[in-house]
């Protein structure tokens, strides 16, 4: 059950008594990616160094194909659609844009578990128990990353991907993180494959049927997160949207 596995991995993720709460921002406008991976760099640099507390930053790109280090060139079904960004997270190709919220997860794993298979779980978890506020059953696969949503409307067995995984981890300090398609516009998936998995679909939670703004996701994102990893701070905006 998603309680039971929130309940197992908390003992691992959330930080040590006396440990700062994780600085929880969210960006204004759309954020280049470019300039976001920078950031994450210098972060999670500054974080390993002691120098700036963990954090979470909500983003929302504008269109783009990001390529992950397991990326297949075959993959790329339209290289010309929209701008392609080479990326050291884990994974293959994805889709970002508006509409959908991107969570970069800048985390100490050493004050927490420092386990990736365990962390990456960690992630499915807050995914799932966020969709789960919207009454959505939302699964993990053990051949797949990711979260994904079973879809009998379509058919018996057919089932179709919600939100996407890729990490990266350096001197222990995780950034990348998490994307949750709220109202993307799905047909911008068709230039790609997307994950590499090709027997599936994408939907999001507005194709599912529930009528959620970015900000109510947010706030739910926050609670859920705060359940598995602990004690957010709000802070301020980063940086200025592009």
């Given at each position: 059950?998603?309680?039971?596995l929130?309940?197992?991995?908390a003992d691992g993720?959330?930080?040590g008594?006396g440990?700062?709460?994780?600085d929880w921002?969210?960006?204004?406008g ?6 976001a991976v920078a950031?994450?760099?210098?972060r999670?640099?500054?974080i390993?160094?002691g120098?700036?507390?963990?954090l ?9 194909y990001?390529a992950?280090t397991?990326?297949d ?5 339209d ?6 960004h ?13 509409g959908?919220r ?5 985390l ?11 962390y ?14 919207f ?6 696969r053990?051949?797949?990353v990711?979260v994904?949503v079973?879809r009998?409307d379509?058919g ?6 919600i939100a996407?995984i ?7 300090v995780?950034f990348h993180?998490i994307?949750?398609n709220?109202?993307p516009?799905l047909?911008?998936f068709?230039?790609?494959?997307p ?6 679909g994408?939907t ?13 996701v947010d ?8 359940g598995i ?14």
């Amino acid at each position: 059950m998603v309680t039971s596995l929130r309940d197992n991995l908390a003992d691992g993720f959330i930080a040590g008594v006396g440990s700062e709460p994780v600085d929880w921002i969210i960006a204004e406008g759309l954020t280049g990616y470019e300039q976001a991976v920078a950031f994450m760099e210098d972060r999670a640099a500054a974080i390993a160094d002691g120098r700036a507390p963990e954090l979470v930053w909500l983003v929302e790109h504008p269109p783009l194909y990001t390529a992950g280090t397991s990326a297949d060139a075959g993959d790329l079904v339209d290289p010309d659609r929209f701008p392609v960004h080479q990326t050291g997270r884990g994974g293959q190709y994805t889709y970002h844009g508006p509409g959908q919220r991107v969570a970069y997860v800048m985390l100490d794993l050493k004050r927490r578990t420092p386990d990736l298979r365990r962390y990456v779980a960690a992630l499915e978890a807050w995914l799932i128990a966020t969709l789960g506020e919207f009454n959505i059953r939302g699964e993990r696969r053990e051949d797949r990353v990711g979260v994904w949503v079973r879809r009998p409307d379509k058919g018996e067995a057919v089932e179709d991907k919600i939100a996407a995984i890729g990490i990266r981890v350096r001197r222990w300090v995780s950034f990348h993180g998490i994307s949750l398609n709220v109202e993307p516009d799905l047909s911008h998936f068709s230039g790609i494959v997307p994950c590499g998995v090709t027997e599936h679909g994408v939907t999001s939670l507005v194709d599912l049927g529930i009528p959620v703004t970015m900000p109510e996701v947010d706030a739910v994102m926050r609670k859920s997160f705060e359940g598995i990893f602990g004690p957010t701070a709000r802070a301020e905006p980063l940086l200025s949207g592009n």
